[in-house]
């Protein structure tokens, strides 16, 4: 056998720098998407825009292990699928995440 390192932990260190990408860039998809929902209270295009962008982030949020923004996300789309207004409660969470980086997820805390 040669000296190269385990599958796992090649694999396990993969997957750490593309949480790691991801959680850099997470603050700005989050932003992004609380100006949209925002500006979506008077401006159907940018509702529209707020709808893709929350599935997005539901999608990728989750896949990366940032359950709490996943969750948000899906909240957020799930609201604008029926037509409603956004309520100040998500929106409040939203910019939350977007302001405490400890709070998108569990191992980011430690």
Not at 21 to 38: D, F, G, K, S
Not at 55 to 77: C, D, K, P, Q, V
């Amino acid at each position: 056998m040669s000296g190269a390192p385990p599958v796992n932990s090649v694999v396990g260190d993969a997957l750490a720098a593309l949480r790691a990408e991801y959680l850099a860039h997470l603050p700005e998809l989050l932003a992004e998407l609380a100006l949209l929902v925002a500006r979506g209270a008077t401006d159907v295009e940018a509702r529209e825009r707020a709808r893709v962008a929350a599935h997005r982030l539901r999608g990728t949020a989750g896949s990366y292990g940032f359950e709490a923004a996943g969750e948000l996300a899906g909240r957020i789309e799930d609201t604008l699928d029926e037509g409603a207004a956004v309520p100040a409660e998500l929106l409040r969470s939203l910019e939350a995440l977007v302001s405490h980086p400890a709070a998108r997820s569990p191992e980011s805390a430690q």
